[in-house]
């Protein structure tokens, strides 16, 4: 079973170049999100989505944007890069939308930025 | 703003000690869940906890919220090597989404043969 993919697994940018972060689940989830993991800051969420064509900020938004085209994909688009964005990015998908649910996490994608 | 607090934020230990993980706040959650996370890998579900001082083991992990849903404890008795991770506990507001899931800064815990 797939559950939650996420590409690339590493990423190296140099400030200013753009990118997305690839994240699909094969388990008919409704909701997905992003986090952003740093060191001694835990898991941050960036956006979510409640299902197809419905995104919203979460509490870190600030340089990403996102889509919700269908129920599968979730990409995460980083427009300009900066070193703030160094950080380990992880998708996550729930089968409920309420925060009683079990989150889904795929294995994360290292980003680092030059 | 609501925070969890977790303490403490490093832990190492022989295999065979028993050990507690605390997770705090000033605010009230409607529900507290616990997640294990491996080197490498994204975080896994352990358990959910809906109900203030509800207790639920999971084979030697034991989980309890706190009477006043502010705080939660884990504890894990006899660890083992397996044990080892990053433990993070995660609260949800009163009839919140998934949106208004906060995470804690995790507990790094090692446990040495």
């Known amino acids: 079973n797939a559950g939650v993919t996420q590409t690339p697994k590493f990423q190296v940018l140099k400030t200013g170049q753009s990118m997305t972060l690839q994240c699909a689940q094969d388990?008919?989830?409704?909701?997905m999100s992003w986090y952003r993991q740093d060191p001694g800051m835990g898991l941050r969420l960036i956006h979510y989505?409640?299902?197809?064509?419905?995104?919203d900020q979460g509490e870190v938004p600030n340089g990403y944007n996102v889509s919700r085209s269908t129920t599968e994909d979730f990409p995460l688009r980083l427009l300009s890069a900066a070193p703030s964005q160094t950080s380990v990015y992880f998708c996550?998908?729930?089968?409920?939308?309420?925060?009683?649910?079990?989150?889904?996490f795929g294995e994360g994608s290292r980003l680092t930025v030059l | 703003t609501q925070l969890l607090e977790q303490s403490p934020q490093f832990l190492s230990i022989q295999e065979g000690e028993n050990l507690t993980v605390y997770c705090n706040s000033s605010?009230?959650?409607?529900?507290l869940q616990w997640y294990r996370q491996e080197p490498g890998e994204g975080p896994v579900l352990l358990v959910t906890?809906?109900?203030?001082?509800e207790v639920k083991k999971l084979k030697r992990l034991t989980f309890q919220f706190g009477d006043a849903r502010k705080d939660s404890s884990l504890h894990i008795t006899a660890a083992q090597p397996g044990d080892t991770g990053l433990y993070l506990c995660?609260?949800?507001?009163?009839?919140?989404?998934?949106?208004?899931?906060?995470f804690g800064k995790g507990t790094k815990l090692s446990v040495k043969p």
């Open positions: 996550a998908s729930s089968y409920s939308l309420t925060n009683t649910g079990e989150l889904f």
């Open positions: 605010s009230v959650f409607s529900s």
């Open positions: 989505s409640v299902g197809a064509g419905i995104t």
């Open positions: 995660a609260g949800g507001a009163a009839l919140g989404s998934q949106g208004n899931l906060i």
């Open positions: 906890v809906v109900t203030g001082g």
């Open positions: 388990m008919n989830h409704e909701y």
